[in-house]
């Protein structure tokens, strides 16, 4: 009885305090359940603007585009810029046929900031597209933590806990409804529309492909997909990686909005997904070669998940890695797809009259150990060359002299203007616009920007000429490189230049005046690791 007692008074206190901590473990994170709404100004001036009758006088014919994104490709990844390990002789042939770009810089480390940026012309900072769009957050405690402490997260590092959105806030979350895609234009313009491949601009109602611009869709609204089904297909070569992103890649599957549609209408794609890309690419323009159109092939090529047919697997017979093996196959498969798009063109007979535009989204992400973007630092969500500088090229027979070389900085911003120019498209005159028209600037040997800025959170980076500041608010760093020099990012010279960091501070600060706050909040961020150097990076 003595015992049984002790035992209930031992027990009752451990009950209580097991009951505390469950109630705290489960106890609901507050949400903020924030609406975001588009600009109001602009959005009516969207409207005025798209509504107006077309009031060009040109009587010349109106150029096809193509636009044709990799996803995740590294600048030395491909042979276009020296790269010894994966053969792109379709990549290398279409640069040479109009202006290779030795240094094409995309806006944002990271795919749906980066994309908001194409499409629009705009640094997608100004309207607040700065940040991944979210589907999922912590909606516990014992969410929270155990992502925060218990989960192998990697580089990844969770932020400290706010108020997280709630399903309806995280629903208004994407590309804003008040912003005018190249799409947009094109169809005011006349043209038939399409993407075909990865959106990741916002997956709910008014966000949408067809919603912005594109009269057709083949494709997938999340940051990833399997490029074929996972049902033990002897063609299809899969590897996994052990970080917490690839299992969560593997995990979802083909599900939700990582499911392939065809415009809004769920479909069983059994083939290998960038060949499929590449078909429906071939039909549309066969479909379409009559007419002008404007086609975006937003490949998810060679993002994870690391699947690829055996056909091009046993192009690499002696690269021993398994890893890089199946890497740099997914690559020898992209460069296919974008010759059959260039191939089909051009038996059509449309090369005079079509604009080619090709780059990737970001760096390569080495976080996969598939590549390292040597030479250059960093890679994918770090503003170092590795994460921002890309393969960047555009093709148009008899408008660009083939095997040109244009050597100093562009951007992907200037593909909105490319094409703006190319169709004779005015542009509306509420908001700023960040690009300008490749084609001209090429032509007549001009320089396409004295600046160029990102900006993710804390950490932000401005390049002036040949000079670079990188900064990093969370880790109070910042670094100053000379890139005529060191394209590399080996030799900090912020302490022996202090008034051209002062220069570049004062810059950055001046176009930050232009931006607003992130319309949501980042969940993460990502830690990397330069020898003693700690550089984060909000995503």
């Known amino acids: 009885m003595a015992i049984s007692k002790k035992i209930k008074k031992i027990g009752l206190p451990i009950l209580i305090v097991l009951i505390i901590i469950s109630a705290f473990l489960f106890w609901p994170i507050n949400t903020d359940g924030t609406l975001i709404k588009a600009d109001a100004k602009l959005a009516e001036g969207k409207t005025a603007f798209l509504s107006k009758k077309d009031t060009s006088k040109t009587s010349k014919k109106k150029p096809n585009i193509i636009i044709l994104l990799a996803d995740d490709l590294g600048k030395y990844d491909i042979s276009l810029y020296g790269g010894k390990s994966t053969p792109t002789p379709q990549i290398d042939s279409l640069a040479a046929s109009g202006v290779t770009f030795t240094d094409g810089y995309v806006s944002s480390s990271i795919c749906s900031p980066s994309r908001a940026g194409l499409l629009t012309g705009r640094y997608q900072e100004r309207f607040g597209h700065e ?51 190249f799409a947009d234009l094109a169809k005011k313009q006349g043209y038939n529309t399409a993407i075909i491949g990865k959106w990741h601009l916002g997956h709910n109602k008014g966000f949408f492909p067809l919603d912005r611009g594109f009269d057709y869709h083949y494709g997938f609204y999340q940051a990833f997909s399997l490029f074929a089904p ?18 969560m890649i593997w995990g979802n599957g083909r599900v939700g909005i990582g499911q392939i549609r065809r415009d809004t209408t769920i479909i069983k794609d059994k083939a290998y997904l960038t060949e499929t890309f590449a078909d429906e690419a071939e039909a549309f323009i066969d479909k379409n070669k009559t007419k002008p159109f404007l086609l975006y092939v937003p490949f998810n090529a060679p993002h994870t998940p690391f699947q690829v047919r055996k056909k091009y697997y046993d192009r690499f017979p002696n690269v021993k890695d398994e890893n890089k ?103 509306p005159k509420d908001r700023v616009y960040d690009g300008v028209d490749l084609i001209s600037t090429v032509n007549n040997n001009k320089e396409a920007h004295k600046n160029l800025y990102w900006r993710s959170g804390d950490a932000k980076a401005i390049r002036s000429g ?24 080996k030799t900090d010279l912020a302490q022996k230049n202090p008034s051209k960091v002062k220069e570049l501070q004062t810059a950055l600060q001046n176009w930050e005046k232009g931006l607003i706050k992130p319309l949501w909040p980042n969940l993460t961020y990502y830690e990397f690791n330069f020898g003693t150097q700690k550089y984060f990076v909000d995503l």
């Open 131 to 181: 940040y991944q769009p979210g589907d999922r957050y912590p909606k516990n405690n014992l969410e929270y933590y155990a992502f925060k402490y218990l989960m192998n997260t990697n580089n990844w590092k969770l932020n400290d806990k706010i108020e997280y959105p709630n399903e309806a806030s995280i629903a208004t979350q994407g590309l804003p409804l008040s912003e005018i895609t």
């Open 230 to 247: 996972e049902d033990d297909n002897p063609d299809i070569i899969n590897h996994h990686h052990k970080d917490f992103t690839d299992k």
């Open 325 to 427: 093996r199946v890497y740099f196959a997914m690559i020898s498969a992209l460069d296919d797809a974008i010759g059959r798009i260039v191939a089909k063109v051009k038996k059509e007979g449309l090369e005079e009259n079509t604009l080619i535009i090709f780059a990737s989204d970001n760096g390569g992400a080495d976080y996969t150990f598939a590549t390292t973007n040597a030479p250059l630092k960093g890679g994918k969500f770090s503003h170092f060359e590795g994460g921002i500088n890309v393969p960047f090229a555009l093709s148009w027979k008899g408008k660009i002299k083939p095997h040109t070389v244009y050597k100093t900085p562009v951007s992907s911003l200037d593909i909105f203007s490319t094409i703006a120019a190319a169709i004779h498209s005015d542009l």
């Open 466 to 489: 040949d000079w670079k500041l990188i900064i990093s608010g969370k880790t109070h760093q910042q670094w100053l490189y000379n890139l005529a020099s060191d394209k590399s990012e």
